[in-house]
């Protein structure tokens, strides 16, 4: 067996578990939201008024299947055994992506130019070089001086390659500047940003640490193994690159069953990945092929993709309205929203899982079901609805053949260029629609190569060549529009959507997410409902919107069911929104909250090298009654990093609560010095001048986290609300105008501004605003 190798972790270039915002936890990893004093930054949330419902019954038996498991749990083995029976595979494996996704840095493996080569960017000077076998680089550290740092490891071969740098404490970074492998050169990977030693996406940051972000999808085996007391790393893996293990899972009951032909389950394996229920090997490659938040130190072989991590829905942020890529996603939640997925394609039907290459040329993937026979040899896909014509022509592609266009990617599935000059292609495989792409304004492929006036001929032309009319029920992306814009018809195209049997689980937890902008008993009575839909992302966004529908005592009845749910991630995040009612009992449910809110604990503690996670265990035990370990929490997400202000402005809320006025004032100055542009801390520092009495002081503040971040409802919210309570009516009427006109579904902002209108006698303006919140959502409480 090889040695297990020290490793660390940056956010790689071409890294499918890589997060290119700036914090990867928005949902479940992110912030507690519990109130430390009266007024926080996270409490000017919108809470509906309390409607009630039954209680949510556990999900279907069957919609979970427990994976069948050998009796002792296997273990990793050198694979260098594997080539004996497996010489096939192992053959179409090596050079892949997957085998040479992280290297040791030597001669044979460098790709990139380190002759003595400078390169400048950003304001920053970076110098390759090689001092006999080794490869450094000088460039700006943490504390913006030039150092040299040896390369340690190589990350990905094409069409770019980035590097992995040693900086102690058993830590990788990431550089930011990679190797072109196209065009050889070096190049910035966020050019234009401003990314220096200050900047949080600089390569020295915590959000580029290799050993938490991007190394796990690299490796086979991989363990972070962070020591919290030490604040050091000691990474291990079983070998480097994605081998047969990393899919597979460890081997060592395999060769037990190739030595003595047993009756061990799946041959020795935890899994069976061609399990005619294609959800096992799909989930084995979202690990990796998705967006998604860590729920611990890796993953399990055998349980389901929600137990270890939580994926991402179809944000606004991550995926346009119609579900196209928008932000670097990875190919799952893209996948799973499309037809294909739903008629039981799987990855390897497409691509050839060890050599990560397409398993036809040119059209033929897309042939062996698409084809004139309308009928699919694919065993486990389901052919309903295929229709028999030739699409490998002109006749149905409008295009001339071996000419863009052509190809059935080019139109259906378009992409984008992530991480400088990596074209990632769209999974959700949609049909193009220009005319519709501009009125909801979405990409498209059409448009996307026909542009200007030129795109406008298409879209005149595909309307002749689409001229059928039949009656088709509402178009997810069409609802979505009307939602996220708050339009007339807004709640009832929800409330349709949530109805349908056909939405695939992304798209509905998508939509349930919106559902608490849009409150009425119909609402509340289609999130219960899908507290037992057999998708477990669509019952953990279903607690998701019970809770911010409902008052904890009135939630506990829906959601206590969910405490023993069968996949993690829905158990914790019913556990966390149970807390303050768990603390008073929960009857018969109390040992089922007692065992998953620990398990929520124990995530956080396997997170323990990241802010997010020591932040929210700060909150939860503040919340509970563990307040002595609030402060040191708090400050060790701080010294993790301390870019992070969230935590700084919960430490300094919590030194204000506890008599420490004085201290927290002081810590909030220094952060705003070292971050003026930053609208949180200004926030924070308004907020504290209204708890001190000083409204008047306070608007300048305010104002200027609005004005840096004016998409932010609360910001704008919280300033209008100020501003108000100042004697500035008028004012706070313009700001309120000013954020529906970027959030037009803002309940919050629309109801105050009705009051104020009232207020400042101008009734016929209020009146037309609450005609067309009638007009959004006519069975609103608030209406009542």
Same mark, same amino acid.
């Given at each position: 067996?090889p040695?297990h190798?020290?490793k660390t972790?940056?956010?790689?270039?071409?890294?499918?578990?890589?997060? $290119?915002?700036?914090?990867?936890f928005?949902?479940?990893i992110?912030?507690?939201?519990?109130?430390?004093?009266?007024?926080?930054?996270?409490?000017?949330?919108?809470?509906?008024?309390?409607?009630?419902?039954?209680?949510a019954?556990?999900p279907?038996?069957?919609?979970?299947k427990?994976?069948?498991?050998?009796?002792?749990?296997? &273990?990793?083995?050198?694979?260098?055994?594997?080539q004996?029976?497996?010489?096939?595979?192992?053959?179409?494996?090596?050079?892949?992506?997957?085998q040479?996704?992280?290297?040791?840095?030597?001669d044979?493996?460098?790709?990139?130019?380190?002759?003595?080569?400078?390169?400048?960017?950003?304001?920053?000077?970076t110098?390759f070089?090689?001092?006999?076998?080794?490869?450094?680089?000088?460039?700006?550290g943490?504390?913006?001086?030039?150092?040299?740092?040896?390369v340690?490891?190589?990350?990905?071969?094409?069409?770019?390659?980035?590097y992995?740098?040693?900086?102690?404490?058993?830590?990788?970074?990431?550089?930011?500047?990679?190797?072109?492998?196209?065009?050889?050169?070096?190049?910035h990977?966020?050019?234009?940003?401003?990314?220096n030693?200050?900047?949080?996406?600089h390569?020295?940051?915590?959000?580029?640490?290799?050993?938490f972000m991007?190394?796990?999808?690299?490796?086979?085996?991989?363990?972070?193994?962070?020591?919290?007391?030490?604040?050091?790393?000691?990474?291990?893996?079983?070998?480097?690159?994605?081998?047969c293990?990393?899919?597979h899972?460890?081997?060592s009951?395999?060769?037990?069953?190739?030595?003595?032909?047993?009756?061990?389950?799946?041959?020795?394996?935890?899994?069976?990945?061609k399990?005619?229920?294609?959800?096992v %090997?799909?989930?084995?490659?979202?690990?990796c092929?998705?967006? =998604?938040?860590?729920? /611990?130190?890796?993953?399990?072989?055998?349980k $389901?993709?929600?137990?270890?991590?939580?994926?991402?829905?179809?944000?606004?942020? @991550?995926?346009?309205?119609d579900?196209?890529?928008?932000?670097?996603?990875?190919?799952?939640?893209?996948? *799973?929203?499309?037809?294909?997925?739903? !008629? /039981?394609?799987?990855c390897?039907?497409?691509?050839n899982?060890?050599?990560?290459?397409?398993k036809?040329?040119?059209?033929?993937?897309?042939?062996?079901?698409?084809n &004139?026979?309308?009928?699919?040899?694919?065993?486990?896909v389901?052919?309903?609805?295929?229709?028999?014509?030739?699409?490998?022509?002109?006749?149905?592609?409008?295009?001339?053949? +071996?000419?863009?266009?052509?190809?059935?990617?080019d139109?259906?599935?378009?992409?984008?260029?992530?991480?400088?000059?990596?074209?990632?292609?769209?999974?959700?495989f949609?049909i193009?629609?220009?005319?519709?792409?501009?009125?909801?304004?979405?990409?498209?492929?059409c448009l996307?190569?026909?542009q +200007?006036k030129?795109g406008d001929?298409?879209?005149?032309?595909?309307?002749?060549?689409?001229?059928? &009319?039949?009656a088709?029920?509402? $178009?997810y992306d069409?609802?979505?529009?009307?939602?996220?814009?708050?339009?007339?018809?807004a709640?009832?195209?929800?409330?349709?959507?949530?109805?349908?049997?056909?939405l695939?689980?992304i798209? $509905?937890?998508?939509?349930?997410?919106?559902?608490?902008l849009?409150?009425?008993d119909?609402a509340?009575?289609?999130?219960?409902?899908?507290?037992?839909n057999?998708?477990?992302q669509?019952?953990?966004?279903?607690v998701?919107?019970?809770?911010?529908?409902?008052?904890?005592?009135?939630?506990?009845?829906?959601?206590?069911p969910?405490l023993?749910?069968?996949v !993690?991630?829905?158990?914790?995040?019913?556990a966390?929104?149970?807390?303050?009612v768990?603390?008073?009992? @929960? /009857?018969?449910?109390q040992?089922?909250?007692?065992?998953?809110?620990?398990?929520? %604990?124990?995530?956080?503690?396997?997170?323990?090298?990241?802010?997010?996670?020591?932040?929210?265990?700060?909150?939860?035990y503040?919340?509970n009654?563990?307040? /002595?370990?609030?402060?040191?929490?708090?400050?060790?997400?701080?010294?993790r990093?301390?870019?992070?202000?969230p935590?700084?402005?919960t430490?300094?809320?919590w030194?204000?609560?506890?008599g420490?006025?004085?201290?927290?004032q002081?810590?909030?100055?220094?952060?705003?010095?070292?971050?003026?542009?930053a609208?949180?801390?200004q926030?924070t520092?308004?907020?504290?001048?209204i708890?001190a009495?000083?409204a008047?002081q306070?608007?300048? *503040?305010?104002?200027?986290?609005?004005?840096?971040?004016?998409?932010?409802?609360?910001?704008?919210?919280v300033l209008?609300?100020?501003?108000h309570?100042?004697?500035?009516?008028?004012?706070?009427?313009?700001?309120?105008? =000013?954020?529906l006109k970027?959030?037009?579904?803002?309940?919050?902002?629309?109801?105050?501004?009705?009051?104020?209108?009232?207020?400042?006698?101008q %009734?016929?303006?209020?009146?037309?605003?609450?005609?067309?919140?009638?007009?959004?959502n006519?069975?609103?409480?608030a209406?009542?």
């Amino acid at each position: 067996m090889p040695k297990h190798k020290n490793k660390t972790l940056a956010p790689a270039v071409d890294s499918p578990a890589t997060s $290119r915002s700036r914090y990867l936890f928005p949902a479940l990893i992110g912030v507690l939201v519990l109130a430390i004093i009266g007024i926080g930054w996270f409490l000017f949330s919108s809470q509906p008024a309390p409607l009630t419902s039954a209680p949510a019954s556990p999900p279907p038996a069957a919609a979970i299947k427990p994976p069948p498991m050998t009796a002792e749990p296997a &273990t990793m083995v050198d694979e260098q055994q594997c080539q004996g029976c497996h010489s096939e595979q192992v053959k179409d494996w090596q050079g892949s992506h997957h085998q040479l996704a992280m290297q040791e840095a030597n001669d044979a493996t460098v790709l990139g130019d380190f002759n003595d080569v400078t390169f400048k960017a950003e304001n920053e000077i970076t110098r390759f070089s090689r001092k006999n076998d080794e490869f450094w680089v000088n460039t700006p550290g943490i504390d913006g001086q030039n150092a040299d740092f040896k390369v340690a490891y190589t990350f990905g071969i094409a069409p770019l390659q980035q590097y992995l740098i040693e900086v102690g404490e058993g830590r990788l970074q990431a550089l930011g500047v990679a190797w072109d492998t196209v065009k050889n050169r070096w190049f910035h990977l966020y050019p234009g940003q401003g990314v220096n030693f200050k900047n949080p996406l600089h390569w020295s940051k915590p959000s580029q640490n290799a050993n938490f972000m991007c190394v796990e999808c690299h490796t086979t085996g991989y363990k972070r193994n962070f020591d919290a007391v030490k604040n050091t790393f000691d990474s291990h893996w079983n070998n480097l690159g994605v081998g047969c293990q990393a899919c597979h899972g460890p081997a060592s009951s395999h060769l037990e069953w190739t030595a003595k032909k047993g009756d061990l389950l799946h041959a020795g394996f935890a899994v069976d990945l061609k399990d005619k229920d294609a959800t096992v %090997e799909i989930e084995t490659c979202a690990r990796c092929h998705a967006r =998604r938040a860590p729920l /611990g130190d890796g993953f399990t072989v055998g349980k $389901r993709l929600m137990d270890d991590y939580l994926p991402s829905a179809l944000t606004r942020e @991550l995926y346009a309205l119609d579900g196209k890529i928008k932000d670097e996603v990875f190919e799952h939640g893209s996948f *799973a929203q499309s037809k294909m997925f739903d !008629k /039981g394609v799987r990855c390897s039907n497409c691509h050839n899982p060890h050599s990560s290459e397409l398993k036809a040329p040119g059209n033929g993937v897309c042939l062996q079901c698409h084809n &004139t026979a309308g009928k699919t040899p694919v065993a486990g896909v389901d052919g309903r609805g295929l229709q028999a014509k030739n699409y490998d022509s002109s006749e149905h592609t409008r295009h001339a053949m +071996g000419q863009p266009g052509s190809q059935c990617a080019d139109c259906h599935m378009p992409g984008k260029f992530y991480m400088g000059n990596d074209f990632r292609h769209d999974h959700s495989f949609s049909i193009p629609n220009p005319e519709r792409a501009k009125k909801l304004g979405t990409p498209d492929a059409c448009l996307t190569c026909h542009q +200007g006036k030129a795109g406008d001929k298409v879209t005149e032309q595909f309307k002749h060549w689409n001229t059928a &009319t039949a009656a088709q029920a509402p $178009r997810y992306d069409e609802s979505l529009w009307l939602i996220r814009n708050g339009q007339p018809g807004a709640a009832q195209a929800l409330y349709e959507q949530l109805q349908r049997n056909d939405l695939p689980a992304i798209q $509905r937890a998508t939509l349930l997410a919106e559902l608490p902008l849009y409150p009425s008993d119909l609402a509340l009575k289609l999130a219960t409902r899908d507290l037992s839909n057999p998708a477990p992302q669509v019952r953990e966004s279903a607690v998701r919107a019970i809770s911010a529908f409902l008052p904890p005592a009135e939630r506990a009845p829906l959601l206590a069911p969910l405490l023993g749910d069968p996949v !993690k991630a829905v158990r914790i995040v019913a556990a966390r929104d149970l807390l303050s009612v768990a603390r008073n009992g @929960l /009857g018969s449910a109390q040992a089922n909250w007692n065992a998953a809110i620990a398990e929520y %604990e124990a995530v956080q503690k396997s997170l323990a090298e990241r802010a997010e996670a020591n932040l929210n265990l700060a909150m939860l035990y503040q919340a509970n009654g563990r307040a /002595g370990e609030v402060e040191a929490l708090l400050r060790t997400a701080l010294q993790r990093d301390a870019d992070f202000h969230p935590a700084l402005v919960t430490l300094v809320q919590w030194l204000e609560a506890n008599g420490r006025g004085q201290e927290a004032q002081a810590l909030l100055a220094q952060g705003l010095k070292d971050h003026p542009d930053a609208a949180l801390l200004q926030h924070t520092q308004g907020l504290s001048l209204i708890r001190a009495g000083h409204a008047d002081q306070a608007l300048p *503040a305010l104002r200027k986290a609005a004005q840096l971040e004016p998409a932010n409802a609360q910001y704008g919210y919280v300033l209008a609300v100020a501003l108000h309570d100042s004697g500035k009516v008028n004012e706070a009427c313009e700001e309120l105008e =000013r954020l529906l006109k970027v959030q037009p579904a803002n309940r919050n902002a629309r109801l105050s501004l009705i009051q104020y209108y009232l207020e400042n006698g101008q %009734e016929p303006k209020a009146q037309v605003l609450l005609q067309g919140w009638k007009k959004m959502n006519m069975g609103d409480p608030a209406l009542k």
